[in-house]
């Protein structure tokens, strides 16, 4: 059977770590990357018998591919704090290691918001990787690069994705800065066009040509708040190129 090295990156996740940890005891090496937490994090994670290691944070794909020079395994398995890896998932990842029918494989994630998991906003994400096939690139949503074909696992990760409308509101303005960043650096420009079609599409795609109507109150909320999120990212384009960040 091959080997499977869990990469965790957290930062102040001490609500989350352990449960996530306790979901990938499969696993032959559990490796924690975290950003300097002020939390208990990190000594939950070296009390659970993870391999920790500190590292300033800059980016993701940096934080990853830290991570990657101390895994073991020959194969990888990148996994958030709110994230698990129930039963069935499991035994259909262990056996698709095996078959050796592809270099990586994407994970169904679909999201969980108000008490409840929304089915009709999910992505599918590669997180299952040879480790000598594979590097991360790019800063905010960091892209994991595979030399290799792909396929998808149906069983979905137990996702914890907002704690609450707040937190899913800062996570989105956070996020929309370092887009905006990346955008300011590539010499894009942004416009009225941009701050009024971008947003209203988002939406639509969200809300309904990806059936999140489907998903009631909750997914009205997800759909709105990425609206928001998209419109939030070409105001600080904007904010960056007149210098009032």
Same mark, same amino acid.
């Given at each position: 059977?091959?080997?499977?090295?869990?990469?965790?990156?957290?930062?102040?996740? /001490?609500?989350?770590?352990?449960?996530?940890?306790?979901?990938?005891?499969?696993?032959?090496?559990?490796?924690?990357?975290?950003?300097?937490?002020?939390?208990?994090?990190?000594?939950?994670?070296?009390?659970?018998?993870? /391999?920790?290691?500190?590292?300033?944070?800059?980016?993701?794909?940096?934080?990853?591919?830290?991570?990657?020079?101390?895994?073991?395994? /020959?194969?990888?398995?990148?996994?958030?704090?709110?994230?698990?890896?129930?039963?069935?998932?499991?035994?259909?990842?262990?056996?698709?290691?095996?078959?050796?029918?592809?270099?990586?494989?994407?994970?169904?994630?679909?999201?969980?918001?108000?008490?409840?998991?929304?089915?009709?906003?999910?992505?599918?994400?590669?997180?299952?990787?040879?480790?000598?096939?594979?590097?991360? /690139?790019?800063?905010?949503?960091?892209?994991?690069?595979?030399?290799?074909?792909?396929?998808?696992?149906?069983?979905?990760?137990?996702?914890?994705?907002?704690?609450?409308?707040?937190?899913?509101?800062?996570?989105?303005?956070?996020?929309?800065?370092?887009?905006?960043?990346?955008?300011?650096?590539?010499?894009?420009?942004?416009?009225?066009?941009?701050?009024?079609?971008?947003?209203?599409?988002?939406?639509?795609?969200?809300?309904?040509?990806?059936?999140?109507?489907?998903?009631?109150?909750?997914?009205?909320?997800?759909?709105?708040?990425?609206?928001?999120?998209?419109?939030?990212?070409?105001?600080?384009?904007?904010?960056?190129?007149?210098?009032?960040?």
């Amino acid at each position: 059977m091959s080997s499977i090295t869990v990469i965790i990156p957290t930062y102040n996740e /001490e609500a989350y770590i352990k449960q996530a940890i306790q979901s990938v005891g499969f696993a032959s090496q559990i490796i924690v990357v975290d950003s300097n937490s002020v939390d208990n994090t990190a000594q939950i994670a070296e009390e659970m018998g993870c /391999e920790v290691y500190l590292r300033p944070f800059d980016n993701f794909s940096n934080q990853k591919n830290h991570a990657l020079q101390y895994a073991t395994s /020959e194969w990888i398995l990148f996994v958030d704090a709110d994230e698990r890896i129930p039963y069935a998932l499991q035994q259909e990842l262990l056996a698709a290691i095996d078959s050796g029918k592809h270099a990586g494989y994407k994970l169904n994630f679909p999201h969980y918001y108000m008490n409840r998991f929304l089915y009709h906003h999910s992505d599918n994400v590669t997180r299952l990787v040879i480790r000598k096939k594979c590097h991360f /690139e790019g800063s905010v949503h960091e892209k994991l690069i595979v030399d290799g074909t792909i396929g998808k696992l149906k069983n979905p990760v137990l996702h914890f994705t907002y704690k609450g409308l707040q937190h899913y509101i800062s996570k989105k303005d956070s996020y929309a800065w370092f887009q905006a960043e990346q955008m300011l650096n590539k010499g894009k420009k942004a416009t009225y066009f941009h701050l009024a079609f971008k947003p209203f599409y988002r939406f639509f795609s969200s809300y309904i040509l990806r059936g999140g109507f489907r998903d009631g109150i909750p997914g009205l909320t997800v759909a709105s708040v990425n609206a928001y999120g998209v419109f939030s990212r070409y105001v600080k384009l904007m904010l960056l190129k007149r210098g009032m960040r």
